[in-house]
């Protein structure tokens, strides 16, 4: 799935910004060559030469020492000027005399990156003073196969055991540069690494990333299990993959297919690689990303939110990689940077809460942004981040599917305690869309008639094969199918009544009370199409907490007892309540009729 690190793509698409500069006459030229092996490896020469007194300014690493040998002339007035539009490069000002001629001269082990059979070659960010012009030449082995090489405009050529790709800029038209050649390999033989569930797959030359993923793993493991109510450690599968162009670059992770955005396929995390040219808080950040995909999906949470999906990858990566490694990173400052640029942009939240599975919006980075300040706003209203931990605590106990906003809020207000509804319309989302339609309130009620009786219901995997079946509210067949459900769970009821019945009776008669338990009493289904073989019948488990409805005969008449359900009796929730023949039940929001009181089963 792609996942964006926020912050990470607004740095990468400043890689094709120009920089200003004023011209200078009579300029310098500047010769890029980029040599690399087999291996990835490159070695980084820059070429400056000056005929005629002048300045000028060049990139230069920030972080990584380079030699400089001025062959002729002399350089001076020199300076460092840190503070630029790039991360990782600082400016380096200078003048020079008559005649001036020197090289700079850096290595770098991730020039070219390789997962065999496909590798891809990145050039350090090339920019240069306006006023001179500059060649770059790529020097590739031989080896290298179906070169794909961006940007176009690019010259081609063979010689000895090499391949070269040269551009020729005019420093007055375009003065900065990324070069990137995708290219093929011989496949090779990969190694793998076991942590607890997770399996990382690698070429050997990437042995220390592999240990890092697993020691970041083991750090974070424990955080992600607990934030998304997880019981067991996930079978998972760790891949690494490179970009293929510069738009893949921004593909940080996904779960899916390659570069898929709505997929999220169980037990498989893809890692770019281009991450340990990042920022070194952007591996665990992104690790953390998609394996929360992977337990939010298995907890119950569905891609059919997709702006939940990412908002709560996005929330969660960033507090868990800075609790868990102590890694800052300044995630509030980038929390509220999302709602910022939202505010800026658009008036409310309603456009980002129907961003589904199905590719990227047309502009995702709004949507990214929105998904990210919603999840946060709703944290920073309702108690933090340890919300999120109780609303998946509510979602896996009820064993749930979370896959419309209806249900998103319904496990939010139970998560908070609140109507979190209220907050969401005050940010613009309409009340509509957060209304539960009629089917939606069968399809939750029998899940949760299948999820709470499993353990004794001998008919259980018939309702769940049908239940999957009619788990589309939009089919027309999902009304009678989901009825299906509830009928064969209540005949799994009845079949096992009989024994309960007698437990129950013998378990009250042992604390004392003189009433009768009824170990089943009809209620019939109603407002919805059904046959008239499709009665259903709560039977009374007697044990608080685990029980659907309690019929107890006392002196007065029947009593109905809800056990870990809501009940309406007549548009009003009950606790404990009288009952009469023809009274009319909600429960699980299924309407029902009291029949046969005078004659319980």
Known sequence: MGMRRLAVILALLLLLNVLPSTAEPDGGKY??????????????????????????????PKFREYKLKVLSGRIFDKKIINETEYYFYANFTFAYEDNTVFEMRWSYRFGALIIEPNGVFFSTQIGFSRGDDAEIVVKLPKEFKDLEVEPPHFTFNEKEDF???????????????????????????????????????????????????????????????????????????VKFFVPGSMRDILTLGYTGPRYT??????????LNMMLVRMVYTELPNTLTHELLHQY?????LTIDLRWAHEGLAQYLSGIIVRDALGFDGKVEKEFED?????????NDYSFVV??????????????YSASLALIYRLAKEYGGPSIY?????????????????????????????????????????????????HVERMLNAAEQYVNRTRWFNPLVWLAEKILREGSDVNSPDSESLLMEVIFMTFLGFFMEAAVIGLIV????????????????ILLEPFGVTITDSMLVTPVDLGVEGEGALSFIRLEDGWILRPESVDVLLNGEKIEETPLKEGDELEVWGVKMRVRGLENPL
């Open 354 to 367: 129907s961003w589904k599975g199905g590719g990227l919006p047309d502009n995702p980075y709004l949507y």
């Open 163 to 237: 391949k070269y790709i040269t551009y020729n800029l005019d420093g007055a038209e375009n003065n900065t540069m990324r070069v990137l050649i995708a290219f093929k390999v011989k496949k090779a033989k990969f190694l793998t690494k076991k942590v607890g569930n997770l399996e990382i797959v690698y070429p050997p030359r990437y042995e220390d990333l592999a240990e890092n993923v697993s020691k970041y793993y083991k750090a974070l493991i424990d955080e992600i299990m607990d934030y998304t109510a997880a019981d067991s450690e996930l079978n998972i599968k």
């Open 338 to 346: 999302a709602v910022k640029f939202v505010e800026k942009h658009v």
């Open 389 to 437: 931990k109780r609303f998946f605590h509510k979602v896996r106990e009820d064993r749930a599917k979370v896959n419309t906003l209806a249900k998103f809020v319904y496990y939010m207000n139970k998560a908070t305690g609140k109507d979190v509804a209220q907050f969401l319309i005050r940010l613009g989302i309409p009340k509509e869309a957060m209304v539960t339609s």
């Open 296 to 300: 939010m999906q298995y907890s119950g």
């Open 261 to 270: 955005s709505d997929v999220i396929t169980p037990g498989v995390v893809n």
């Open 505 to 520: 009776s013998v378990v009250v008669k042992s604390k004392g009370e003189d009433v009768e338990v009824a170990q089943g």
């Open 31 to 60: 010769t890029y060559i980029y040599e690399v092996e087999e291996t990835g490896w490159t070695h980084i020469t820059i070429k400056f030469e000056g005929k005629a007194a002048g300045r000028s300014w060049l990139l230069v």
